[in-house]
């Protein structure tokens, strides 16, 4: 009787089955809250990216029409419209040596249950440059 209780307390398979029920939600929730800041970030810098080429072209005299289909070309995948995208000053009141402004405002939608608990959602992401008109 006593070999049998020694070979009971022996095995192991019972808790590797409740350490891997402790430890998988944590990592799970790692995993994904890396998944959703690459999201966020990705959004982030190609709204950067988009104010940078609509800062340009209003440093290059283009009007605030052709600014915004540049804008609105340049941050493809996300959605963005003339409503989100502020230019200051207008191409009225823009001269040589004054800087323009091209700032995007969009937001990303948070597809992780428990981070978007945790987060705003839609989570607001933003671009903004300026530059020399030259």
Do not use: W
């Not at 590797?16 to 999201?39: D, H, K």
Request: charged content about 20%; proline content about 4%; overall charge negative.
């Amino acid at each position: 009787m006593f070999i049998k209780i020694q070979t009971f307390i022996k095995n192991n398979r019972g808790q590797t089955l409740v350490e891997m029920a402790l430890v998988l939600p944590i990592l799970l929730l790692i995993i994904f809250g890396i998944i959703e800041f690459g999201r966020i970030f990705n959004a982030h810098l190609t709204l950067t990216h988009a104010s940078r080429e609509g800062a340009r072209a209003g440093a290059v005299h283009k009007s605030d029409s052709e600014i915004e289909n540049i804008v609105i070309n340049a941050s493809y995948p996300l959605i963005v419209n003339e409503d989100n995208i502020t230019i200051d000053p207008q191409d009225i009141y823009r001269s040589v040596g004054y800087s323009i402004t091209v700032e995007i405002n969009s937001s990303i939608e948070i597809f992780t249950p428990v981070i978007s608990n945790l987060l705003e959602n839609p989570y607001p992401v933003s671009g903004k440059t300026t530059m020399r008109v030259e």
